[in-house]
């Protein structure tokens, strides 16, 4: 049986009736918002469970605090102030981490444009921001592959390409890979024809040492030979895994990495 969704601004305005209408508290507006919709049988799984709030001079109209932090970031970005735009940067990753929900609001609102532009920006030179730009990404593509479009593809194969020797930044650049690529099998062949592979297996081998490195690359590696995406009648998975054993010597790689 297929669960019934809502939009988030539906939910909004039904926690906004009963702080107007009923005089609840913004707690018990939610509370009984939720219990009001899951009685119904709709899914609330990717609905932010918070009252809107209103700005501190009340000139805007209530939102959530991620949305809030989008608009910011987006103003920094803008600016070219890089120092803010890090600072957000952070800020939008501890967030999605601690409720799913809010990365899928904030896909929904734009939000990997405002982190594409950063990470562009970041490429300049900055690595500390180009490290948190990347984890914004992996963050915000963890269970939507989606986002990725073309040129985000290119821009992270080329930056696991200029950073090779930089352990963190190729971390969480492969878990970009990764995320991009789990039941999503275009993003898989787009970036395996674009030259994924070696970087993934030269990663194990330059970083055999940096445990997190060689996690996130064998994850990865493990992706690609994955057939798990629904959408497509069959995938590449067997192509894959021969191109790793053959073309990139992954079977000697991992062996290597394993002693």
């Known amino acids: 049986m297929v669960s019934k969704r809502i939009a988030q601004e539906t939910f909004d305005a039904a926690v906004r009736e009963n702080i107007e209408e009923f005089a609840m508290g913004p707690e018990e507006a939610v509370k009984e918002a939720v219990e009001q919709f899951e009685s119904q049988g ?28 989008l608009s910011d970031l987006q103003e920094s970005v ?20 601690q409720d799913k929900a809010c990365r899928f609001l904030a896909a929904q609102k734009g939000a990997y ?11 300049a030179g900055d690595q500390g921001l180009l490290l948190q730009s990347l984890n914004a990404l992996s963050v915000l593509t963890d269970g939507q592959p989606d986002l990725l479009d073309a040129q985000g593809l290119q821009l992270l194969v080329a930056t696991l ?18 995320h991009a690529c789990l039941k999503h099998e275009q993003n898989r062949q787009d970036l ?66 394993t002693k």
């Open 161 to 178: 390409t200029q950073n090779a020797d930089e352990a963190d930044l190729t971390c969480s650049g492969i878990r970009c890979v990764r």
């Open 78 to 97: 803008a600016s070219s102030r890089p120092q803010e735009v890090s600072a957000y940067l952070t800020r939008f990753c501890d967030q999605c981490k």
């Open 42 to 69: 709709v899914d609330l799984s990717n609905i932010v469970k918070t009252a809107p709030k209103v700005s501190a001079d009340g000139s805007q109209e209530p939102t959530h605090d991620i949305l809030q932090m």
């Open 113 to 123: 444009p405002i982190i594409f532009t950063a990470w562009k920006l970041a490429t």
């Open 192 to 257: 395996v024809k674009a030259g994924v592979l070696p970087l993934l297996t030269g990663a194990i081998t330059h970083h055999g040492h940096h445990t997190d490195v060689v996690r996130e690359a064998c994850w990865a590696l493990r992706v690609m030979t994955f057939d798990d995406d629904i959408r497509v009648p069959f995938g590449h998975a067997h192509n894959h895994a021969k191109m790793i054993v053959q073309e990139n010597k992954g079977l000697k790689v991992l062996i290597e990495a």
